[in-house]
């Protein structure tokens, strides 16, 4: 039972708490403390000390909108964004309940009165902001990754097609996915017309420039694997006349699996920064339009909240790291994959 | 009648130990005139030169020769893995031009799929070569009774990982085993093994061989172990353009048993045999 804890613990990235499940087990208590101490106390001390730092810094650099706001401000503003939340929420609510009535009131009078229902078109907090932000840069990583695999497994199978298409990939990688952007959003709004769009054209074009740039570490990651499997397992392959469809998806796929989802986890990371900065650019919903709106805005709390979405930035794109390296090592066969 | 016979293919060296004889056992395995040329950035590198070597059924051959002179690249054209530049290998009447499941490998590191279970590495080849020969429980028991062949049926569900070195060259042997091949192919089957483990498994393969009769080509270093399991002992040259240098046929009765023949005359007689060839006769030029 507790080794299986302790298992599930360090799949997951989190063998920090090994040695508090073990001291709470009784096993060797001062070897655990000072294990405590060390994987726990110390990242904890560190962080003390920054923002120890970052409240004495602060208060000494004066701002057109007032001093740079230290860890206590930030965490009001916090609060505050967490409350605009909840009462924007409750007005959401509100406005449907009243509309239902309304609706239910005309009904009665007349059943076959003709009811208008509109949706309520409230500000978007923070809060839903990040969400929009997580759903598009999942959405660009995603079509990304469909695209990416396959083209690079097919590289990595034929060296032919890798040199045809390693000049243009060389050239595109680099390009920052920015610069993408004007030409991007001039192509979703001449293509992407339609009276009932499923998705705002705003989303299409944040994700595909996300797509854009989370492209090529996969690609040339999972070519890179493919062309280098060992090939003693491809002659197993062979030795068993494997159809070269199942040669790929159980020999081929498997073996580069590791390095495949090192290349995403890293497209994902950058996905996640291109993203914000595409937002910020392109006044596309989400955390980055966030953070542009409160520079605008140029109010006292602005900066407070700017500092806010910072730590949230950081914070999400250090879970979505985490994620990748936890289904990392849930799939692939190389347990010590990553750090 | 003499005990070492030689059957030599180079006519020049060393004549009066050959006492000629015809082999009255029908080839089953042919090569004849095998070359290989691999292309390298320097031009041309002719790996092998002109190998001749005709195997019986259900003899159990070992190749012996310096490290790099051209062993596993013979291993490999009988498997089909490479192609012969001149000359070509015959087996049972057909010839060989591309690899297959009746021409099994145990390959130099085992080579098990790292994600999939000792099972499942055994299963993918049963699966791949009896899809409409057998029934999901035919299959089953199989795998199993190929496992159970090498002794891994207490690890059969755990992973490469999780077992030692012997225990996956044991699940490499069983693989190729469940092949059903008429021709098993070992490259250095034992090579990166301990002393105890190597002799362990050296019985288990020869337990194996007297049960199924198998048809065998191993590559080995070991002196010792070509002597222990061989039935003719092929003797490379020194590449490049490697050939056969000297076939050494080894009569001596099965089963073998390690322990007796520690002492048994003959068999130091054979095992001085391959050592003077490999250390004087060609003996490599920088050594
Ligand atoms: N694919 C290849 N391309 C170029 N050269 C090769 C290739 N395969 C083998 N060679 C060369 O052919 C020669 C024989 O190689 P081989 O692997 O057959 O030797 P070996 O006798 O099996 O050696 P070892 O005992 O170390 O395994 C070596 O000089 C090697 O460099
Ligand atoms: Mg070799």
């Given at each position: 039972m507790k080794t299986k804890i302790i298992n599930t613990l360090e799949m997951t990235g989190l063998s920090w708490m090994v040695p508090v499940v073990r001291l709470s087990t009784g096993e060797n208590p001062r070897e655990q403390l000072s294990e405590i101490m060390t994987v726990i106390g110390l990242p904890l001390l560190a962080i003390a000390a920054f923002l120890f730092l970052w409240a004495g810094a602060a208060s000494q650099v004066k701002t057109s909108l007032g001093e740079l706001p230290g860890p206590s401000q930030v965490w009001e503003q916090t609060q505050g964004l967490y409350e605009e939340h909840v009462a924007e929420r409750e007005k959401e609510e509100a406005f449907y309940e009243r509309q239902e009535e309304r609706n239910a009131k005309k009904l009665a009078i007349n059943p076959d009165a003709e009811i208008k229902v509109r949706e309520y078109t409230g500000r978007d907090t923070f809060f839903d902001q990040i969400w929009t932000s997580l759903g598009t840069v999942f959405t660009g990583f995603l079509i990304g990754a469909l695209i990416a695999i396959p083209i690079g497994v097919a590289c990595g199978l034929s060296d032919k097609l890798y040199g045809a298409i390693s000049p243009l990939v060389q050239i595109f990688k680099p390009v920052s996915p920015l610069a993408w952007l004007p030409i991007v959003t001039m192509v979703v709004s001449a293509v992407y017309i339609s009276d009932d769009p499923m998705f705002e054209k705003s989303f299409i074009t944040s994700a595909i420039t996300v797509t854009l740039c989370s492209l090529w570490p996969t690609l040339i990651n999972t070519a890179v694997a493919v062309a280098s499997i060992d090939k003693d397992l491809i002659n197993v392959g062979r030795v068993i006349r494997l159809h070269w469809v199942t040669q790929v998806f159980k020999i081929a796929i498997p073996a580069s699996l590791p390095m495949i989802f090192t290349g995403l986890r890293i497209s994902l990371g950058i996905g996640w920064m291109v993203l914000i900065a595409a937002e910020m650019l392109a006044q596309n919903p989400g955390l980055g339009k966030f953070v542009w709106d409160e520079f605008q805005n140029g109010s006292s709390d602005s900066l407070g909240r700017i500092m806010v979405a910072v730590l949230a930035i950081g914070l999400i794109g250090f879970l979505l790291d985490w994620l990748m390296l936890t289904l990392q090592k849930v799939l692939s066969h190389d347990k010590n994959a990553g750090r | 009648m003499s005990v070492v016979q030689m059957m030599k293919t180079e006519p020049s060296v060393d004549e009066t130990k050959v006492t000629k004889e015809e082999d009255f056992q029908p080839t089953f395995l042919d090569l004849t005139g095998v070359s290989i040329e691999f292309p390298t950035k320097k031009g041309a590198f002719k790996a092998l030169d002109n190998v001749n070597l005709k195997i019986a059924k259900g003899e159990f051959i070992s190749i012996i020769g310096h490290s790099g002179c051209g062993k596993s690249t013979v291993l490999n054209i009988v498997a089909g893995l490479y192609k012969a530049t001149t000359g070509g290998v015959i087996l049972n009447g057909k010839e060989v031009d591309e690899p297959g499941p009746d021409r099994a490998v145990v390959f130099q590191n085992h080579s098990l799929l790292p994600w999939l279970t000792c099972y499942q590495n055994v299963e993918i080849a049963v699966k791949a070569i009896f899809k409409k020969k057998k029934t999901k429980r035919e299959m089953k028991e199989w795998i199993e009774h190929n496992l159970h062949l090498v002794h891994m049926d207490h690890a059969m569900?755990?992973?490469?990982?999780?077992?030692?070195g012997g225990m996956k060259q044991r699940v490499g042997i069983a693989r190729a085993l469940a092949m059903e091949p008429t021709v098993l192919l070992m490259d250095e089957p034992f090579g990166a093994l301990d002393a105890l483990t190597r002799a362990h498994l050296q019985d288990s393969v020869m337990e194996i061989q007297s049960d199924l009769n198998n048809t065998v080509i191993m590559i080995t270093h070991d002196v010792d172990e070509a002597v222990l399991l061989s039935d003719k002992i092929v003797m490379m040259t020194n590449g490049p353009a490697a050939s056969v240098g000297e076939i050494l046929k080894v009569e001596l009765e099965r089963p073998r048993n390690r322990l007796e023949l520690a002492n048994d005359p003959q068999y130091n007689k054979y095992r001085a045999e391959v050592l003077k060839f490999l250390y004087e006769r060609q003996r490599r030029p920088q050594e």
């Open positions: - | 569900h755990k992973y490469p990982a999780e077992i030692s």
